[in-house]
Every structure is written in structure tokens, then in C-alpha cells.
């Protein structure tokens, strides 16, 4: 008996189902810090407390840091 077939007996979930459903939630959660993050960044340059250069850097690094997150956490 395979270590698949134990797991799907004993969860009653396929391992490749439970994968991607794990890796979806870390999508959606970075998607989500992402957006977080451009929108208080818009609000503040909006506000007049940092330039636009802050803001877009720090869209940047989230979004680079996704793209990182992202290539690691595959199913």
C-alpha cells in the first residue's frame, strides 16, 4: 500500500487536492497583501506623506516579493 492511497484513506482527501487547495490559500493571501499594500500606498502619496517614488518602490517589493512567494509554493 502506497503512502497515497494511506493518506487518502486517512484525511478521505486526495494529496494532490489538499496541495492545491494550500497553495490557492497562499495566493489569495498574498494577492491580498499586495493589494493592501498599493492601496495605503496610494492614500499616503494621495495625502501628500510620502512621493510617489516611496510608494511605487514599495508596490514593487510586494509585488516582487509575491512573484518570489509565488515560484516556491507550488502544487
Known sequence: MSWESEFQAG???DPGALALF???LVALAILLFVGWVG??????????RQPAY????SLLV?????????FY???
Not at 495605503?40 to 495625502?47: F, I, L
Not at 516611496?54 to 518602490?57: I, L, P, Y
Not at 510586494?62 to 509565488?70: D, E, K, Y
Request: proline share 3%; charged share 10%; glycine share 10%.
Open 22 to 24: 494550500s497553495a490557492s
Open 62 to 70: 510586494a509585488t516582487l516579493l509575491a512573484m518570489l512567494i509565488g
Open 11 to 13: 484525511a478521505g482527501v
Open 54 to 57: 516611496h510608494a511605487f518602490r
Open 39 to 48: 492601496v495605503t500606498q496610494y492614500q499616503s502619496w494621495r495625502a501628500g
Open 73 to 75: 509554493v507550488r502544487p
